[in-house]
T-cell receptor
């Protein structure tokens, strides 16, 4: 069965520091992977997605993620965090039919001054 | 600007009441979804629809039903609300997959409290 694990429930980083949010998936075929962000009181917004090709994908707001098939991972990174990045981040995997998406439990990011 | 709107941001209902949550999208998307979001559990799919009048159960359909009479509108119905249905409900839509699955576009959510 498909599953997505985000090992960190919450993370605190200082403004200007680098960030890495971890995501591990379990899926039998080639996964389609997504990272979404949810700001307080908002719905989810897509940061980036991976279908095929280059395993390092760039997204909005300066985020990037790297697909590592050997580790079943799709970690999200940002070189320098801004206070406005404080939010909840969700990793997700979709089946080949494209209808059913499994979401991780989310990682809440706190940014300290 | 593309949009998914939900009828209410906050809703308080009594146990046993019938509850309707409405979702409208203006992007002409074929697919629409209802999720519930609970702390520590992420998003869990309740129902989805890939066409008008078509629906499929998600992972947690018990206690819920849906209706899709028009392409742009997808309604979630709680036939008899219970306290364990207190949650955040998110609606989303997406176009049909092209070369790969497409992203989902989310509404702002409805926070439902059942007393």
């Amino acid at each position: 069965a498909q599953s997505v694990t985000q090992p960190d429930i919450h993370i605190t980083v200082s403004e200007g520091a680098s960030l890495e949010l971890r995501c591990n998936y379990s899926y039998g075929a080639t996964p389609y992977l997504f990272w979404y962000v949810q700001s307080p009181g908002q719905g989810l917004q897509l940061l980036l997605k991976y279908f095929s090709g280059d395993t390092l994908v760039q997204g909005i707001k300066g985020f990037e993620a790297e697909f590592k098939r050997s580790q079943s991972s799709f970690n999200l990174r940002k070189p320098s965090v801004h206070w406005s990045d404080a939010a909840e981040y969700f990793c997700a995997v979709t089946n080949t039919g494209g209808f059913k998406t499994i979401f991780g439990a989310g990682t809440r990011l706190f940014v300290k001054a | 600007d593309v949009k998914v709107t939900q009828s209410s941001r906050y809703l308080v209902k009594r146990t046993g009441e019938k509850v309707f949550l409405e979702c409208v999208q203006d992007m002409d998307h074929e697919n629409m979804f209802w999720y519930r979001q609970d702390p520590g559990l992420g998003l869990r799919l309740i129902y989805f629809s890939y066409d008008v009048k078509m629906k499929e159960k998600g992972d947690i359909p018990e206690g819920y039903s849906v209706s899709r009479e028009k392409k742009e509108r997808f309604s979630l119905i709680l036939e008899s609300a219970s306290t364990n249905q207190t949650s955040m409900y998110l609606c989303a839509s997406s176009p049909n997959p092209g070369t790969g699955p497409n992203e989902q576009f989310f509404g702002p959510g409805t926070r439902l409290t059942v007393l």
